[in-house]
């Protein structure tokens, strides 16, 4: 049996790239302010090993586009957008994640009962 901190490894390991694809849906962002961000999100923390490996792969499966800017503080920072492909795969996690979140809630008595 999974300890409690094994279960919430199991649990973020397959929505985390979708919460990053909503964090830059609306506005682009750089890789430091997602894992600041998400490391201020309970359950969600994840470093700069996690979440730049992620933004790398994210880009290769072409959901998000990156471009380098110019930072008034510092080195030019990278900052990530979501593509059409990225849209698309986030409208259907979202379509998917209601559905399953709604019968787990039921199965295991945190929600409605049918």
């Not at 409690?4 to 929505?15: E, M, V």
């Not at 990156?66 to 990530?80: D, L, N």
Request: some cysteine.
């Amino acid at each position: 049996m999974a300890d409690a901190s094994q279960l919430a490894t199991s649990l973020r390991r397959g929505t985390l790239e979708f919460c990053v694809l909503a964090m830059v849906e609306t506005e682009d962002r750089y890789g430091n302010e997602l894992v600041r961000r998400l490391g201020e999100e309970p359950g969600l923390a994840a470093g700069e090993g996690t979440i730049y490996p992620l933004l790398s792969r994210l880009r290769r499966s072409g959901w998000l586009e990156s471009k380098w800017v110019e930072s008034p503080s510092g080195p030019p920072r990278r900052y990530y957008g979501l593509t059409p492909g990225g849209r698309s795969a986030l409208d259907h996690f979202r379509t998917e994640w209601v559905q399953f979140r709604q019968t787990v809630d039921r199965l295991v008595g945190t929600g409605e009962a049918a």
